[in-house]
């Protein structure tokens, strides 16, 4: 019975190639994201282990404020620099550096455009001279307060040289300063990781970096012959008492290292979704391979039940099959995924800006292991109802001419219903109850539920469905048989529509949702903001980017401007929790740009809270609040009023003195209101005029800066489609392997059809007729569900601010040509393959 269904297995090429190509594509995704995240994650561990390799001990103060790395940065809190020298008097030390660094140095280029970074920071630093690490190449280190150096990184992709002046935006706004010096590091390298950095003066470092002059941000401290890491380590603590984080190089390098391997885990969970929707299509790929496989193989099958096979040897022959595919599909696609892996990686390393050195592309244990169970669970899971079908195969039908009939839709419809209830329930539970920590796991499992009771719906409307759509095509002949075709067997056109309709259905319920939170934003701006002009720039790294708050104090002069106001914002800790503030320059005129009504000015020692803010933390006017921002010492400010929700922006609103204390010192936001009958067009150039020394924002008019802001969601929608694309190639490719396996099943059939006179061209048509069919339901029911899952996602984000719904109408119209484009494609070969039948062959084939 095994050499028999080894035999069979490759006699049929074609048909292993087909079924196992789903799991070649999703084990391929699972295996790539375990390699790209084991390559960067080493990668990682190589760039701090050089960063750190000249620190032994490094003291950093304790964080004002902790930032979470999802939020933001985390901003150092200086040292004082009599603690460096503390530290040179403590025995076993043989060299202390003081360190004056930060992120936010942001270089102007030659074409007058700040340089941008994705991910890694830009920092200035005070000039600590070279090391075993640290390599001049051109030039020399600054000397004088004008003077800079930069990293070769900075030097290539500003297009600057020695001696030109330089534009560098700080805490402070533009300064020029004269390039003096390259640098690179060991390796023949440009950077470390892709960072930007710029080297002053130490004072100017303090002062343009840390706020003021005579503090730290960290010292690096190497140990005299003989002393260990550990032991300086634990000395230098012992001698500076708390308040100080004191740890190794190498305990540095860890740390570090593991703040972004944190980030690559949500990367490799997004991976690993993905993978998981296209093995959950690919699921069904593979039953209707089998399903289709078990019909061709009646006879067959039936003939070894005669012979004496057993229901059990007939399901371990199939079994056997799925076991073969998925082994083989498995070692594919885990080959297929070290590829892919190395290409993510060398992507995300360009996207970063490059500099890093990237660790050989490794093959990880967990990516061998997920990959051999995920493929060979996933191909055997799909062959189990195929396999018991076959074992219900009668001998008797061995001596008959038979076809399997159509089973009742009674049961699969029933079980349909009741799954498809249950997934809606745990849907429902997720999104409009409180279920805690459940709620995520609820609304992916209602999701996945509800995606499985609709494919077991899918046999019952498939006939009605399917008639009403291949109507379109019944003009001719080929046309009214390809809709026949396509309904003939609904179990079989159900499974491969569903599998085109999870992907159809992720992005149209995603589309449902962004669009919606689009509509809303748009109509909220258009209720809150009253502001004609808004000074706002393009966040592209970790900080957002600032302008000189003298701009508006200007702006607030030009004639035709009724109020101009600043906005600054950080995050701040209140009563040991995060959350964020802003603060403004001027209260009153904040709220006549917004339309709030008359407020009072802030004195320094009092904010303005909203009232749903208030009521939560049990505030009112006149209450006693303590804030710890990410710089100085905790401050004691009086609630002096509390706004209407949405009048102001923000929750909490701190005066202008209070920023002095934020990690970004300059403000970030700026509204300007115009007096009735002035145009926009008047006053915007002379707005853009007052910014020329603050290249990162700009100036534009409410609605730009909306569309600015929903063009996020766009690119958002983008994402899932790309990411998505491949679950819905795996479908189109189950549309093909579904033809293909029918044109095989029904050879004898096309062979009677052309003898009585049914053309090349129109065997062709028809079954191109019959994938457009099978695509288009498939997309409809895509359309269809994810509309209603969108739907219902956006009535639950209803309290978040979701309060429009929006039915992409287009889009989901392009869905639905693209289907049928899709079904044109998809019959190509099968097309083909039936039109060179030949003819007195196809008739007798048996």
Do not use: C
């Amino acid at each position: 019975m095994l050499r028999a269904t080894l035999k069979s297995l490759l006699a049929r090429k074609l048909r292993l190639i087909l079924s196992g190509l789903a799991v070649v594509l999703g084990v391929m995704f699972v295996a790539g994201a375990f390699v790209v995240t084991d390559t960067l994650g080493r990668s990682f561990d190589g760039l701090f282990a050089d960063a750190y390799s000249t620190t032994d001990v490094g003291v950093t103060a304790v964080p004002k404020a902790a930032v979470d790395d999802v939020d933001g940065e985390e901003v150092p809190t200086p040292l004082p620099a009599v603690t460096l020298d503390k530290i040179k008097s403590i025995p076993g030390v043989r060299v202390a550096t003081g360190l004056s660094e930060a992120d936010g140095a942001r270089v102007i280029g030659s074409d007058g455009k700040v340089l941008t970074s994705v991910g890694p920071p830009r920092m200035g630093t005070a000039w600590t001279g070279e090391d075993g690490l640290l390599q001049l190449r051109q030039g020399r280190g600054p000397t004088a307060d004008d003077e800079i150096a930069v990293n070769a990184a900075v030097a290539k992709a500003a297009g600057i040289k020695l001696g030109d002046r330089v534009g560098v935006l700080t805490l402070e706004p533009k300064k020029e300063f004269t390039l003096v010096g390259v640098w690179g590091y060991s390796g023949d390298r440009d950077s470390l990781g892709g960072v930007q950095e710029v080297a002053f003066t130490e004072p100017v470092a303090q002062k343009l970096m840390l706020g003021r002059t005579g503090i730290l941000s960290s010292i690096r401290v190497q140990a005299a012959a003989g002393v260990t890491p550990e032991q300086l380590r634990d000395d230098v603590a012992a001698a500076l008492g708390s308040g100080y984080k004191v740890r190794t190089g190498e305990q540095m390098a860890q740390d570090n290292a593991a703040g972004l391997k944190e980030g690559l885990s949500f990367v490799n969970q997004i991976l690993l979704g993905f993978a998981g929707v296209a093995l959950f299509v690919g699921v069904f790929l593979i039953l209707n391979t089998f399903s289709i496989i078990v019909a061709q193989r009646t006879r067959e099958l039936a003939l070894m039940r005669a012979l004496g096979a057993g229901r059990r040897q007939v399901i371990t022959s199939v079994m056997v099959e799925a076991v073969v595919i998925g082994l083989l599909a498995s070692i594919l696609g885990l080959a297929a995924g070290v590829g892919v892996g190395a290409l993510l990686t060398k992507l995300f390393d360009t996207f970063a800006g490059g500099g890093l050195q990237l660790a050989p592309v490794g093959v990880p244990l967990a990516a061998v292991i997920s990959s051999f169970t995920v493929g060979l669970v996933v191909t055997v899971v799909a062959a189990v109802l195929p396999a018991l079908r076959a074992s219900r195969i009668a001998p008797i039908a061995a001596m008959q001419d038979v076809a399997t009939p159509d089973r009742p839709l009674t049961a699969i419809s029933v079980t349909g219903g009741a799954v498809t209830a249950a997934g809606a329930a745990a849907l429902g539970t997720g999104l409009f109850a409180d279920a805690g920590s459940a709620d995520l796991w609820l609304i992916l499992g209602g999701v996945l539920v509800t995606f499985i009771g609709v494919a077991l719906l899918t046999p019952l409307i498939s006939r009605p469905v399917i008639s009403v759509l291949g109507r379109l095509f019944s003009w001719s002949l080929p046309g009214r048989l390809g809709r026949l075709n396509s309904a003939r067997n609904p179990r079989r056109t159900a499974i491969t529509a569903a599998a085109l309709m999870v992907g159809i259905a992720l992005v149209t319920g995603v589309t449902v949702v962004m669009d919606s939170a689009k509509s809303s934003l748009r109509a909220e701006a258009a209720r809150v903001l009253k502001a004609e002009i808004i000074i706002s720039g393009d966040q592209n790294g970790p900080r957002p980017p600032t302008y000189d708050p003298a701009v508006v104090t200007s702006a607030a002069t030009i004639p035709g401007v009724r109020a101009a106001a600043a906005l600054w914002n950080d995050q701040v800790s209140i009563d040991g929790a995060q959350t964020w503030v802003d603060a403004t320059d001027d209260l009153p005129q904040l709220a006549t740009a917004f339309g709030a009504g008359q407020q009072a000015p802030l004195r320094d020692d009092q904010i303005v809270v909203s009232r749903p803010e208030a009521t939560e933390r049990g505030w009112r006017t006149g209450s006693q609040v303590t804030i710890q921002a990410s710089r100085g010492d905790p401050r004691t400010y009086t609630v002096a009023a509390v706004f209407a929700e949405d009048a102001l922006p923000g929750s909490i609103i701190m005066p202008a003195a209070a920023t002095k204390d934020f990690g970004i010192t300059q403000p970030i936001l700026g509204f300007v209101r115009l007096d009735q009958g002035t145009t926009v067009d008047a006053v915007l150039p002379q707005i853009k005029t007052l910014l020329a020394d603050s290249p990162e924002v700009s100036a534009t008019d409410a609605n730009a800066f909306v569309e600015q802001q929903v063009s996020t969601f766009d690119t958002i929608i983008t994402m899932i489609q790309v990411l998505l694309a491949l679950a819905i190639l795996i479908a189109v490719l189950g549309v093909i392997n579904t033809l293909a396996l029918s044109v095989l099943e029904r050879t004898r059939e096309l062979g009677l059809l052309r003898a009585v006179g049914l053309g090349r061209a129109q065997t062709m048509r028809m079954i191109t007729v019959e994938a457009v069919v099978i695509s288009v339901f498939g997309a409809l029911l895509g359309v269809v569900v994810g509309a209603g899952l969108g739907t219902a996602v956006t009535r639950a984000l209803e309290n978040d601010g979701i309060t429009e719904l929006v039915l992409p109408w287009s889009r989901m119209a392009t869905y639905l040509l693209l289907a049928a484009l899709v079904g044109v494609i998809a019959a190509v070969i099968p097309a083909i393959r039936a039109a060179r039948l030949n003819i007195l062959g196809a008739i007798a084939h048996d």
